[in-house]
């Protein structure tokens, strides 16, 4: 039987979290992909021998050595607009606490989780199933809490209460994402020829979204999803999983499976640096798959330059020979995008190219 509940605009909304613990047998109509958009799960399949770059970062605080890194940087940024870290200065115990302080989050009462509720994209803090259960025309089987994070002492009263460890566990965590964002900016500013140091105000002062997801068993991952194919808005994305589901558009338009690396952290360039960098680097467009057998869990913290703050072509990047191919945007254009549109039925990037085809 399925769990429901009322929402505060009172339609109805079901989690996928309480489908999976009421043991349906099928998942709802709703989540049903249309064929072409279905997973292919088998990992021999286009999948088999593209080994997706993982970058030791112990190297970034050496002087002599941090070149070596900022080339594997550019050629990763390059080729995937993605790549995995390792040595990357958080530490196993601070992220474990973290997916620890979801994984109790996710397993609360429904009401309680209900109390933090909205479809409404500019609230800070806010619980939902799907991409927004209010108007998805397909379901992804994906739950979620999403909060502003950055500067914590302007948002972390609003986040979740319970369980009692979430704030100090996310809290940590979040914090070091932020230090790990900005040297991750400056290497990838250096590794497009611009000043390390290049936006670095904003790049502080900037916004920080923590998506946390939960993908419960699902019980026929051939036909559903966990999120659709889609870019992030941010400069950078930052993502912790607990197990395997990510996947990426390489440059031939085939899905890749994101290996599990324990300790790792992933790293996706958002539609920031596509911009910033007048399309030498593009943003990584990625999905989620789910899995039969156990509930995958991921923190996204997606990094951007603050709310109001337009992001534009670095103009050291645009000569008569490479004009601007972007217009400007800011994170709060990109939720007014979305507050509007369906960004399964076109990209937000689109709007924001300047020569559209
Ligand atoms: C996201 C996202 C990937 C994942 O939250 O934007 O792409 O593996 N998450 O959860
Ligand atoms: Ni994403």
């Known amino acids: 039987m399925e769990e429901t509940n009322k929402n505060v605009l009172g339609d109805c909304f079901t989690s996928a979290m309480s489908l999976t613990e009421s043991g349906v047998p099928h998942v709802p109509t709703r989540y049903i992909l249309p064929p072409s958009q279905r997973p292919v799960l088998s990992p021999s399949i286009g999948t088999g021998s593209i080994n997706l770059p993982v970058i030791d970062l112990s190297f970034l605080h050496d002087p002599l050595l941090r070149p070596s890194v900022i080339h594997e940087i550019e050629m990763a940024c390059k080729e995937f607009g993605f790549f995995q870290v390792t040595n990357h200065g958080i530490s196993s115990s601070v992220m474990r606490d973290a997916l620890d302080a979801a994984t109790r989050f996710f397993d609360l009462p429904s009401h309680e989780k209900m109390l933090l509720v909205s479809d409404d994209v500019h609230t800070p803090v806010r619980y939902g199933t799907s991409i927004n259960h209010a108007t998805d025309s397909v379901h992804y089987w994906r739950d979620f809490i999403k909060h502003y994070s950055h500067p914590p002492s302007k948002w972390i009263d609003l ?93 031939n338009n085939n899905w890749i499976c994101v290996p599990y690396i324990e300790g790792a952290l992933i790293v996706q360039l958002g539609d920031q640096v596509e911009v910033m960098s007048n399309g030498i680097y593009r943003s990584v467009v990625h999905r989620v798959t789910v899995n039969k057998d156990v509930n995958r869990l991921s923190f996204a913290s997606l990094h951007s330059l603050p709310m109001n703050k337009k992001i534009s072509p670095a103009p050291q990047l645009v000569n008569e020979d490479k004009p601007a191919a972007y217009g400007d945007f800011s994170f709060n254009d990109f939720l007014e995008y979305i507050s509007r549109n369906d960004l399964t039925k076109q990209r937000f990037m689109d709007t924001v190219k300047k020569n559209k085809f």
Do not use: R
């Open 159 to 251: 986040w979740p209460s319970n369980p009692p460890c979430y704030k100090k566990k996310v809290g940590k965590y979040s914090e070091a994402t932020h230090v790990l964002h900005k040297q991750l900016m400056e290497a990838i500013s250096e590794s497009l020829g611009l000043e390390k140091s290049y936006l670095q105000e904003e790049i502080e002062e900037g916004s920080q979204v923590m998506a946390v997801n939960c993908y419960p068993a699902c019980p026929q991952p051939g036909i559903a999803l966990g999120m659709p194919p889609h870019s992030d808005f941010s400069s950078l994305t930052i993502l912790l999983q607990s197990s395997q589901g990510l996947q990426i558009k390489d440059k």
